[in-house]
């Protein structure tokens, strides 16, 4: 788990960096059969900003531990991009496009910490 909590720190870093919104993390370690251990989500005002935040992510969590995402998807539209790094999965969302996904509610019954309480 030591692991998993430095690629948890340095995600958040990376997202608190360029001022990202509302960080929650989703916590699946207890539920079975779950695609990834946890999904760390936040928001932002705009496109620029969704880009941003995932390129500090990117680049923080490069820098500190050496890894790179799986895969990266939206970054065409930026409105919701998401990172996976195989058992951490960033969701990084323009404000409105996380109220309409709402992936807080949809995981219900995971463990939710949430980081800002703006939420």
Request: charged fraction near 30%; proline fraction near 1%.
């Amino acid at each position: 788990m030591q692991s998993k909590d430095k690629t948890l720190t340095n995600i958040i870093k990376g997202i608190e960096n360029v001022k990202g919104e509302n960080i929650s993390i989703i916590d699946f370690t207890e539920i079975e059969n779950t695609i990834c251990k946890y999904f760390v989500i936040c928001d932002c005002q705009s496109n620029t900003q969704v880009n941003a935040i995932s390129s500090s992510v990117k680049r923080v969590v490069s820098k500190n531990l050496k890894e790179k995402p799986l895969s990266i998807e939206g970054l065409e539209n930026k409105n919701w991009v998401l990172l996976d790094y195989i058992d951490i999965v960033v969701h990084i969302f323009k404000r409105e496009f996380r109220e309409i996904y709402d992936l807080e509610e949809l995981w219900g019954e995971a463990k939710i910490i949430r980081l800002d309480k703006n939420l």
